[in-house]
């Protein structure tokens, strides 16, 4: 069966430290995001993906950056991790359509100290 | 810019019916989806209402006015298991793809 999965699954790391986190789709989808969930803020866009090559800023970009070279991969790396970045992260993947829902990872829980 | 209001909590007893609302401004629609999210789980999809209208899908059903900018998710028959977020998203009118917006998320609480 097709799945999208994140690893890893929790993580702490420490301040001033770069740290990249792994998402792989097996659905074939064109479209993958990643958001953090934090309390009071639901889920937030970091960055998005439409293609292989292809990359966009979300809503909270800063701090953050992603690749995609192939369709299967969107790994999401941060520079230098910093506390305010402590968070819950999600990568989803879709189909280039418009009305097709999203499938979401397990969630990584990342604690910067 | 986009905006997205839904309430924080609710409550409700088991069996019963509950209606979970959402707003929206956005610049651009292309539709609107609803997820449930179980504590420490990945969001999961529920529903998903591009024109104005219900969709019903067994015990859950979503409704969508465009011109009023509102949707609400209908729980009906309530069971201890629907304890959870409801994540109401917005698809922004994109060239070729549904950038979801989400709201805060509505956490249901069912009691017996």
């Known amino acids: 069966d097709a799945e999208i999965t994140q690893s890893p699954r929790h993580k702490i790391t420490e301040t001033g430290r770069q740290v990249t986190l792994a998402c792989h789709q097996t659905?074939?989808?064109?479209?993958m995001f990643w958001y953090r969930q934090d309390l009071g803020h639901g889920l937030r866009l970091i960055h998005y993906?439409?293609?292989?090559?292809?990359?966009n800023k979300g809503e909270v970009s800063d701090g953050y950056s992603v690749s995609r070279s192939n369709t299967e991969d969107l790994p999401l790396t941060l520079e230098s991790a910093a506390s305010s970045q402590t968070s819950v992260y999600f990568c989803a993947s879709s189909d280039y359509r418009g009305n097709t829902e999203a499938f979401f990872g397990q969630g990584t829980r990342l604690t910067v100290v | 810019g986009q905006n997205i209001d839904q309430p924080t909590e609710m409550t409700a007893t088991e069996g019963a019916i509950v209606q979970i609302n959402c707003t929206y401004q956005?610049?651009?629609?292309?539709?609107l989806f609803w997820y449930q999210q179980h504590a420490g789980e990945a969001p999961t999809f529920l529903s998903y209402n591009v024109l104005d209208g219900l969709e019903e899908k067994g015990r859950f059903s979503s409704f969508l006015s465009r011109s009023k900018g509102y949707s609400y998710l209908l729980l009906k028959e309530l069971q201890m298991k629907d304890s959870a977020s409801y994540l109401c998203a917005v698809s922004s009118q994109s060239y070729n793809t549904d950038k979801l917006i989400f709201g805060t998320g509505t956490r249901l609480q069912v009691f017996p």
């Open positions: 956005t610049s651009g629609f292309n539709g």
């Open positions: 659905w074939n989808h064109n479209n």
């Open positions: 993906s439409y293609g292989v090559q292809d990359t």
